[in-house]
């Protein structure tokens, strides 16, 4: 199974903060990540989104066939993250698109093996994948792709 963290871009302060939306410079970061993204997708990819504005607009640069997940809203457990996901046992490729500090939090727990608090910068993504080596499943980063550099 793949799975693709995808901070959303960068937003307007603002509030109620599930309202905020894209700036300017976070239009742009989304849609050269949607570029970059869209030359590599794999195939049979379910994009997840957070209810937040922000996040919905961050996944429409990229494709309007998404699902939005309660789940994935700010302030959320890294386990109903993972349950929404199905990692690493649902096959295919999940796409996530969602907050800080969430998605470092498991970033942290996939590489490292427990939650901690790492950054994922606005528009960034991280792409893992998962293989099965003498019965023992390990977790591999694939790539990750600031925004800057997408």
């Known amino acids: 199974m793949d799975l693709l963290l995808w901070r959303h871009a960068e937003a307007v302060d603002g509030v109620p903060d599930s309202t905020r939306e894209l700036s300017e410079r976070g239009l742009r970061q989304a849609h050269k990540?949607?570029?970059?993204?869209?030359?590599?997708?794999?195939?049979?990819?379910?994009?997840?989104?957070?209810?937040?504005l922000r996040t919905r607009q961050t996944a429409s640069a990229f494709t309007h066939d998404f699902e939005v997940v309660p789940a994935l809203g700010p302030?959320?457990?890294?386990?109903?993250?993972?349950?929404a996901t199905g990692w690493p046992d649902a096959g295919g490729a999940v796409l996530i698109v969602g907050h800080q500090p969430e998605l470092g939090r498991l970033a942290a727990l996939l590489l490292a093996g427990q939650e901690a608090d790492w950054t994922i910068k606005k528009g960034a993504l991280w792409w893992f994948t998962n293989r099965v080596r003498d019965e023992e499943t390990q977790t591999v980063l694939r790539a990750v792709v600031p925004a800057d550099l997408a």
């Open 33 to 52: 990540m949607a570029e970059w993204l869209d030359k590599r997708r794999p195939k049979r990819l379910r994009v997840l989104v957070s209810p937040t």
């Open 75 to 83: 302030g959320n457990d890294i386990a109903s993250i993972l349950a």
